[in-house]
């Protein structure tokens, strides 16, 4: 199965902006709806975004709404989320994985993830 590794998170001030990526290993990345979720210190993990095969569609909690935006480049296999004015209800270690049920049921399987802590 496709293998994924996280990084891009880092310490950012309220307002500012990130850029995570996630790197696929295999040649199946293309074929894959994928997604990013997130889990807070003391909360569940919740579901932030998610991009079809070719990127064509995309689905956002709405709480990110307008604020991030997720992409893809299939040549490279990596998935992008670009996190604008974030908060710090936005801190959170963020994972990214393969979407199984559109669009927010992922495949029981997590990396390490990557933090993102954003001070007030």
């Known amino acids: 199965q496709v293998q994924l590794v996280e990084s891009g998170g880092g310490l950012v001030q309220a307002g500012g902006s990130l850029r995570l990526s996630c790197a696929a290993s295999?040649?199946?990345?293309?074929?894959?709806?994928m997604g990013w979720f997130r889990q807070a210190p003391g909360k569940e993990r919740e579901f932030v975004a998610s991009?079809?095969?070719?990127?064509?569609?995309?689905t956002y909690a709405d709480s990110v709404k307008g604020r991030f935006t997720v992409s893809r480049d299939n040549v490279k296999n990596t998935m992008y989320l670009q996190m604008n004015s974030l908060t710090p209800q936005d801190t959170a270690v963020y994972y990214c994985?393969?979407?199984?049920?559109?669009?927010?049921?992922?495949?029981?399987?997590w990396g390490e993830g990557t933090l993102v802590t954003v001070s007030s």
């Open positions: 994985n393969v979407i199984q049920n559109w669009p927010y049921g992922a495949r029981d399987y």
């Open positions: 991009i079809s095969t070719r990127g064509i569609t995309t």
């Open positions: 295999g040649r199946t990345f293309s074929g894959y709806n």
